[in-house]
């Protein structure tokens, strides 16, 4: 498939997934060959950028009709939900600086999960016994 084929054949797919890697995988290009190519071409780059737009739209579209739909369902999560997105009576407190606030030195960025050591976790609760006991 000659060039502008695969690129216009991306983009078809990129309205449809916003997604550079499933795209690519759908029409069989590799994600190097089109960061090189709107690398190289910046007409490229911004019709690829438009298409991600509009494909982000598409499925805003289609998650909020999946929600009107569940509404319409009677489902409590999805009437809870759109009431507490969109009716001011509902909606939960928040300060006004809400999102800068969670960004500031202090606040939790990050949760890193190790394994356990079994014989540490062993040797701890026996000391704790043995201090609990004297």
Known sequence: ?????KEKSFLEELR????ISLACEKVGIARNTVYRWCR???DFD???EDALVSGIDSINDL???KLITNINQGKQRAIQYWLDNNKKNYAR???KNFWD???EPGHITEIVISPVDPERVRLEKELKEAKEND
């Open 1 to 5: 498939m000659k060039k502008y084929r």
């Open 16 to 19: 449809k997934i916003p997604n």
């Open 40 to 42: 190289e071409d910046s």
């Open 46 to 48: 911004a019709r690829v």
């Open 63 to 65: 998650a909020e009709s």
């Open 93 to 95: 407190p928040r300060p």
């Open 101 to 103: 606030v969670a960004n």
